[in-house]
């Protein structure tokens, strides 16, 4: 069963296909972007059906290689625990699809991609994106993929954001959501915590106002401090103290300097150099700014039952005792609005110390709640089993 | 009531006194400190009984300008609210004494002192200090104005950190304790922020190894990325959504870019930028390393309760319920220690939902709570009121 996944590769990026060539995707800012280029993964075959697919939604740091070798680090797929032969997303059962999102660094159209008006990267020219944007640009995905519904659409945190946008964009193309550790809308805490971020990038010369990459440089401190500062809240202050405590790193005692004293420094300096090497600082900044623009309720009065009105979506909601990012109150209020128009929700907040990063992780719980519910879905929808 | 607190000014630090001629202060480190300046502020009359000090401890960027005018930035002493007469620490009363700390910025000898043995600004070659050694210093100065024992010794945060050691260090020279929202030990967590904070000002190129002294740059844009991250963490989430929401800055739509859209965003780049008007880079790694190191059960095999054997000090401990910086949970862990050396012991969590900031803000229970404690042990200590 643990055979490696197929995963028809045609280059680095998995597959890679030019959208809106004939009718450009409108932005909410306005701007038409088109033709750009989706990069995306698969997993497992469509079936005569055409009724299997699982739609992977990624994070703000995350990509399409959900389950198969990340080309830069050469690490497993960020969801690999999840996705595979006998577990809850089954490429024997299901066709897996994961694009990067909009504004990405991984294939998909973003700042460090050339923009054919001045055949130099786009950087802060590239117009800034939303949620539903990137959600737009994956409908015209599988519109090319000549899927006309989706088993299911699955993701956690700003991939959870893709899945309720999704559930209300098009909840006719949806026959299951899953949002794990997100919210409706960013917290002012979060978008504080993303500007932080921004500025950290910004403020390194090294950007050159959003055009390092005809400098031949880039502001890799300050995503890497960008990067740690976002770690910590990743994590829990239980699972830092279980973790590393006040634990010091290859030293008896301390060096009264500024070294990496502490395990938790090194473990933090390590996140944020690591990160540099894969992904690209405007992107960051276009990503965290399409998550603190995300708040479903606003365009229905502050009504975010109206998002959902006369849904037939089945949802699971799965949330994380620790998760201070993406607290359980903020999933509470989704499963609130999916009562309050009569939607069918299953909603589990998972016991864990493990903080926001608990969906990334062996969570056997996460594990039994997605695969029970999707399983039994699957039956109803009359997919068959592997 | 109300008049203006007399205080006795010298010079824009208020007093400087220059100590460790004849025996240097040993630090924690290794290195012996001395001669050394410190540069501190007091408020009211040492009584004839010489029994009615207060030593206010600062916090991380604090100062000596507890209830004055602040030099640099003109804005009323940082806990003026409960200095003053007719407040709890009422000078008509007591003689309060702060003394900025060891390796500060507001006069005290720090790393943007000139080195003797230089003629140059220290920078890094400044010795790291502990909270310990600001201690030492403190009670070097309690020496010099010719105290033998203080009637009470208060702080927040790192100033709590402070009133712990003095408790630990010299329990005869300390009649009541009051260490408000801190801890023990600084906690994994805190030592990540702090973390950021440092890579933040070290990844400026205006940071120059922190000698910028000399090219006459100062790692602004680092700093403020610092001040940005941790002024997050002394807010609480609720505060937050009181406070800024998802409310926007001067404007009725998102602007699709990077400006300040959200309130939010505008409070944290303003307080990033007066934070540098104020406060030396270098100063701000030394102090968060202080507290970084901090952790007063280590010398005592891990036992806490060690640190206070035998205490004949009264303490009086204040949490906040919505402070995550240093939870309520930690400074429980204080009042066990405390209990099972039968100290005698007043804890108060109050609830608040301002955050670790409460203990700087208008909080009617914590004014209540230390007027109470501070003019009962008063009256015990046979300090006349005024």
Redesign the interface.
């Known amino acids: 069963m643990d055979q490696p996944i197929e995963t028809h590769e045609h280059n680095r990026e998995g597959f890679t296909v030019t959208l809106g060539k004939e009718s450009p995707l409108k932005l909410?800012?306005?701007v038409e972007l088109g033709p750009f280029t989706v990069a995306y993964q698969t997993y497992g075959t469509l079936n005569a059906e055409r009724n299997n697919t699982v739609l992977v939604c990624h994070a703000l740091s995350g990509d399409q290689f959900v389950a198969s070798t990340h080309p830069l680090t050469g690490k497993p797929g960020w969801w690999h625990i999840l996705v595979g032969p006998g577990r809850p997303l089954d490429p024997d059962r299901y066709f897996i699809v994961c694009a990067n999102v909009l504004g990405g660094c991984m294939g998909t159209v973003g700042p460090a991609s050339k923009d054919p008006n001045t055949g130099h990267p786009y950087g802060?020219s590239f117009?800034?994106i939303t949620i539903a944007d990137m959600v737009r640009a994956q409908a015209m995905l599988i519109d090319h993929l000549g899927i006309e519904k989706l088993f299911c659409v699955i993701g956690g945190s700003m991939g959870g954001m893709q899945v309720l946008q999704w559930a209300s964009m098009y909840p006719d193309r949806v026959y299951t959501a899953v949002p794990v550790g997100t919210a409706a809308?960013?917290?002012?805490?979060n978008?504080?915590?993303h500007?932080?971020g921004?500025?950290?990038i910004?403020?390194?010369?090294e950007w050159r106002g959003g055009q390092y990459y005809l400098h031949g440089t880039t502001p890799r401190?300050?995503l890497?401090?960008a990067r740690?500062?976002a770690h910590?809240t990743y994590?829990s202050?239980a699972a830092?103290?279980r973790?590393?405590?006040?634990k010091l790193q290859d030293r008896k005692e301390?060096t009264?300097?500024?070294d990496?004293?502490?395990q938790?420094?090194s473990y933090?300096?390590h996140q944020?150099i690591t990160f540099v090497e894969r992904f690209d600082p405007n992107s960051y900044?276009y990503i965290t700014?399409a998550m603190?623009?995300f708040?479903m309720a606003a365009e229905h009065g502050g009504v975010l039952a109206k998002s959902f009105k006369g849904t037939a979506v089945r949802f699971c909601l799965v949330s994380f005792s620790s998760d201070?990012l993406f607290?359980t109150n903020e999933m509470r209020e989704i499963v609130h609005a999916l009562n309050a128009v009569a939607a069918d929700v299953s909603f589990v907040e998972i016991e864990t110390d493990k903080g926001h990063d608990a969906f990334l992780l062996d969570e056997p719980e996460l594990h039994m709640t997605l695969g029970g519910f999707l399983s039994a879905a699957a039956e109803r929808a009359g997919i068959g089993s592997p």
């Open positions: 909410d800012c306005g802060l117009p800034v809308r960013h917290s002012a805490q978008i504080a915590f500007e932080v921004r500025q950290a910004m403020a390194d010369p401190a300050g890497a401090v740690m500062a910590i994590l202050e830092l103290r973790k590393f405590g006040r301390v009264y300097g500024f990496a004293d502490f938790v420094e933090l300096r944020g900044l700014r603190d623009y708040d201070w607290p």
